[in-house]
């Protein structure tokens, strides 16, 4: 019967097709005992080994950035499947015990997740989610046709429901042919989210209920624009789907033919467009798309997936390719920012901070790390020899980190140059406005700086104190709120005062549907993901900047989201998606 299921558009792009439910962490087997104990060994042996096959294939078939961030999760999982731990547990489980091989992985899954779930460390006991997909693999390939090849897991063509989906399997399920993503959790701003638009991967989180309303094998039709999600879709519902793949097809045509056009509104204002990037794949579709360059380029995505910090040398390859594949257009790269929701797995982050969003994280985390910030910095240098660099700042809050920043940085360049290295005569450095105390300060600091870019995604998350990954406040953290709005219009005018550049580099300037509010505030520049970078222009080349300037003092007297959202031209505006 036909059902339908709200959700949040995260990834865009309409999928048709059967559900695959992958249920959250939990080995449903019965408890079963077995007579032949070497056939069942050999047949653990053999799922064993089948899934050491698929992670190999799955890495070699892995490249660039991704291959990094991926790979390390991969290098994890390898190391479990070989833990003698867990191995010899199996074996006598069904040696000693007589138990099937999935009912001993299911015991053996229990076991660990009580010695986990004990551990006082949150990273040490966050592994049983490894420890979760590693069984759950050998799992799938305990009842697979050991005939067949390694790899496929069934899930081919099919849309993966499950209650959450971590960066590091987008691209795995992806590879495994999965089309389209629902998640019952999740947030459209959450680094899977990021990664699976820029995978175009279709996605759909916060569709609540959808574990327990779809089974196995459900037909479903999903939209990861608008984030609907239809179980046993009807006539009318394939007619539609139908319809938007047409419509899909149509406007990638259409947007294909502004790639070579200006970013140019109504009354010939150029307003400049800038990439968000985390792979090589960004970067070149950057390229190919006429970004002026990269306007966010995420360090932290080198730092994530890896035990080990990358060292000077690995990291300024990989900002140097970053600078050749622009081929002379300016590379901003942002100075580490991890901590809060980014967790990473080299020890870096502290751990049982009692509040990690307002902790030791982006520039103060580097500030109190060194060595680390100075051989980010002395690669980051050594990278502007090859073209165009700037440097951004994540997290400032006051002058003093700024000071400190720029007094570094002047110590590396000169180290550099003493050493016969070569490096730009000089490269721009800007601030992230994402702390609200920054954004109302600026005029304290702003002779410190070349250029600000405006984080919205923080910003919004400290100015409003909505956590931007907490669903259960996913309605309310949003841009469209009066002091959102007065703030960014500030510093958009305290930075043209001073001639120097403001952008948006927050999720919110790669959603069209903002942009005549974001150019009626002043902003001139975005910087955002190349998948939505085409979107954004069609919707400048629409815009009559004299016009929106105009109606700018009716946008900062509404005082309620649904006055700003009538501002815009009426309707509801959904949440902010890429
Ligand atoms: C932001 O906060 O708006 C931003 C662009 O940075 P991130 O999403 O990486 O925190
Ligand atoms: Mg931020």
New binding site residues.
């Given amino acids: 019967m036909r059902r339908e299921l709200p959700g949040q558009g995260a990834s865009r792009g309409s999928a048709l097709g059967r559900a695959r439910v992958r249920l959250p962490h939990v080995l449903e087997v019965a408890e079963e005992r077995i007579d032949d104990v070497d056939a069942e060994l050999e047949r653990l042996h053999d799922a064993i080994r089948i899934v050491r096959a698929e992670m190999h294939g799955l890495r070699a078939r892995l490249h660039g950035a991704l291959a990094q961030e991926v790979g390390e999760f991969l290098d994890l999982h390898a190391l479990l499947l070989d833990d003698p731990e867990l191995l010899h547990g199996l074996d006598d489980l069904i040696r000693d015990g007589r138990y099937s091989a999935d009912y001993a992985l299911r015991l053996q899954r229990d076991r660990l997740a009580a010695v986990f779930e004990g551990m006082d460390d949150d990273y040490l006991r966050s592994r049983i989610d490894d420890i979760d997909q590693v069984i759950n693999r050998i799992h799938a390939a305990l009842h697979r046709d050991l005939g067949a090849g390694p790899d496929v897991a069934g899930v081919a063509g099919e849309i993966l429901v499950t209650d959450n989906v971590a960066p590091a399997e987008l691209a795995q399920l992806q590879g495994q042919g999965v089309m389209a993503i629902v998640t019952t959790a999740g947030n459209p ?1 959450s680094h899977t989210a990021i990664l699976a638009r820029s995978l175009h991967l279709p996605l759909v989180v916060g569709a609540t209920g959808a574990l327990q309303k779809i089974n196995d094998g459900d037909v479903l039709a999903v939209d990861g624009g608008d984030g609907r999600v239809v179980v046993e879709p009807g006539p009318a519902d394939l007619r539609e789907h139908r319809a938007r793949l047409r419509e899909q097809a149509r406007e990638r045509k259409e947007l294909r033919r502004l790639r070579r056009e200006p970013s140019r509104t109504l009354d010939g204002v150029d307003i400049k467009l800038w990439a968000n990037a985390e792979s090589r794949k960004d970067v070149a579709e950057a390229h190919a798309l006429g970004a002026a360059g990269v306007g ?1 380029y ?1 360090t932290e995505f080198l730092f994530l997936g890896s035990r080990e910090l990358p060292d000077e040398e690995e990291q300024f390859r990989t900002y140097r390719d970053v600078v050749l594949g622009m081929t002379g257009r300016t590379v901003t790269i942002r100075t580490l ?1 991890v901590g809060a929701d980014k967790a990473d797995r080299t020890g870096l982050v502290l751990e049982n901070e009692p509040n990690p969003a307002m902790g030791l994280r982006g520039v103060r985390l580097s500030l109190a790390r060194p060595a680390l910030f100075d051989s980010q910095l002395r690669a980051i240098a050594r990278a502007s020899g090859y073209g165009p660099v700037r440097l951004l700042v ?1 997290m400032v809050a006051a002058r003093e980190e700024l000071l400190d920043v720029r007094a570094r940085l002047d110590a590396v360049f000169a180290d550099l140059r003493a050493q016969g290295q070569e490096v730009a005569d000089r490269i721009p450095v800007g601030a ?1 406005i ?1 702390v609200p105390a920054a954004a109302i300060a600026l005029p304290s600091f702003i002779d410190l700086l070349d250029f600000v870019s405006l ?5 919004v998350q400290y100015l409003l104190a909505v956590d931007r990954n907490n669903d259960a406040l996913a309605t309310m953290y949003s841009p469209l709120h009066p002091a959102v709005l007065r703030l960014l219009y500030q510093v958009a005018r305290t930075a043209r005062a001073r001639g120097k550049p403001a952008s948006v ?3 919110m300037a790669g959603d069209a549907l903002f942009v005549p509010l974001l150019l009626a505030l002043g902003i001139e520049e975005l910087s955002m993901h190349p998948g939505t970078l085409l979107e954004v222009r069609r919707a400048i080349r629409g815009c009559d900047l004299g016009a929106l300037r105009a109606r700018l003092p009716s946008l900062m007297r509404a005082r309620t989201r649904a006055g700003i959202e009538a501002w815009l031209g009426g309707g509801k505006v959904p949440p902010v998606r890429g």
């Fill in positions: 701003l966010l995420r920012d994540p992230m994402e984080g919205t995604n923080d910003l580099c927050g999720e």
